[in-house]
């Protein structure tokens, strides 16, 4: 785990990159910032989370540590230790946490819950949806620190770092470290409610758009050319042929539009 600061004293905002180690936007969009070191209005901690999977470029050495939270100082896994002290790290901060994913290419924010810090921030973000994990925070960094996840596009891709970069200075703004204004927008709600399991197979397809809706009767995917066709209409959220072993991603509902400004509501 590496940590920097920009400004002095304790802060209580965060910015986390490499929870997963294949995926290396965040980590360019720290290292371009600190290199800037721009005058900040309030202190900000940067934290490079899984440098050994990183280094190796892969998801995770163990186990997946966006599933290994609290974690243990004692754990048997590298990640399960790493949990633990990433936590403790993070303190009380409110902490924004960058992914890139193998299933879509916009950004999109990743919350615990429609909290009022979530309807806050997340409008402020060059964000196309938001997503509620529903069942699924179980282990997220989320179930144990505030945090807004981004996922800032397609993994290992020139354009998820741009947008990383672009994404962290839109928080950064947002929760007043630096100067300036943002741009606020319209985002679609959407829970996730099921896995969308995957067989073994040698060659999975998609045929749908994430966050497009699926009507029932529809084939949506395929396993070695066996279909799978929807038995009730659902949103597809973070499902691709690859980016997951055992699920092709999952089903979502849309919840509602948060509305630009409408914490003060
Ligand atoms: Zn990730």
Not at 183 to 207: G, Q, S
Not at 211 to 218: K, L, M, P, Q
Request: hydrophobic share 40%; with cysteine.
């Amino acid at each position: 785990m590496k940590v920097a600061q920009l400004g002095s004293g304790t802060p209580e905002i965060a910015v986390v990159a490499g929870v997963h180690g294949d995926e290396p936007c965040g980590v360019r969009a720290i290292e371009r910032l600190l290199e800037e070191a721009p005058a900040v209005k309030r202190p900000v901690k940067f934290v490079i989370a899984n440098e050994l999977a990183l280094e190796a470029g892969v998801r995770h050495v163990d186990e997946d540590l966006n599933r290994a939270f609290p974690g243990d100082p004692d754990a048997a896994t590298h990640e399960g230790r790493l949990a633990h002290q990433l936590q403790a790290e993070l303190g009380d901060c409110l902490c924004f946490s960058m992914h890139s994913t193998q299933s879509h290419a916009e950004p999109f924010a990743i919350v615990r819950e429609v909290s009022e810090m979530a309807r806050t921030i997340c409008p402020q973000l060059p964000v196309t949806s938001v997503v509620t994990t529903g069942p699924y925070a179980g282990g997220r960094l989320f179930t144990e620190i505030e945090t807004i996840e981004v996922e800032c596009g397609l993994q290992g891709s020139e354009a998820a770092a741009q947008n990383a970069n672009r994404l962290t200075r839109a928080f950064l703004t947002a929760v007043d470290v630096l100067p300036g204004t943002t741009v606020t927008r319209e985002l679609p709600v959407f829970e996730l409610v099921d896995r969308i399991e995957k067989d073994a197979a040698d060659r999975y397809e998609v045929f749908v758009e994430n966050f497009t809706r699926v009507e029932a009767g529809a084939t949506f995917a395929a396993a070695d050319g066996r279909e799978q066709v929807a038995s009730d209409p659902f949103y597809p959220v973070l499902m691709s042929p690859y980016g997951y072993r055992d699920v092709f991603g999952y089903t979502a509902r849309k919840l509602e539009t948060m509305a630009a400004g409408s914490a003060a509501d």
